[in-house]
């Protein structure tokens, strides 16, 4: 069974940092694009990253850009998500997914994040508290 299984969240305080890690059992991780989603409580799903299977391409949501970056290491097959300056409003639990199918652009070439995945993690919680 694939199973995908995220790392690095915690305790940090605001303007703080943590580098998320996202590995996968059993699968071609090279293959695969990533995506990172957060859920706070009683609250929805939010995707915040994606990256392609060659980690030539990525995209991020609003409210993270500038301060997350989605990067990728093939030979180590892991997927990370650098988060920087860390606020209140980032406490949540952070899952990755990974899917085989390819990532399309828009007519502007940006990419598109999808929603949906074929595998998911179990997440880690990450809380910005002082």
């Known amino acids: 069974q694939v199973q995908l299984e995220e790392s690095g969240g915690g305790l940090v305080q605001p303007g703080g940092s943590l580098r998320l890690s996202c590995a996968a059992a059993?699968?071609?991780?090279?293959?695969?694009?990533v995506g990172w989603f957060r859920q706070a409580p009683g609250k929805d799903r939010e995707s915040l990253s994606c990256?392609?299977?060659?980690?030539?391409?990525?995209n991020y949501a609003d409210a993270v850009k500038g301060r997350f970056t989605i990067s990728r290491d093939n030979a180590r097959k892991l997927v990370f998500l650098q988060m920087n300056n860390l606020r209140p409003e980032d406490t949540a639990t952070y899952y990755c997914?990974?899917?085989?199918?390819?990532?399309?652009?828009?007519?502007?070439?940006?990419?598109?994040?999808?929603?949906?995945?074929?595998?998911w993690g179990r997440g880690t919680q990450v809380t910005v508290s002082s």
């Open positions: 059993r699968l071609n991780f090279p293959a695969y694009g």
């Open positions: 990256i392609t299977s060659s980690g030539r391409t990525t």
């Open positions: 997914a990974a899917t085989p199918r390819g990532f399309y652009s828009d007519s502007k070439g940006e990419l598109i994040c999808p929603d949906d995945y074929d595998f």
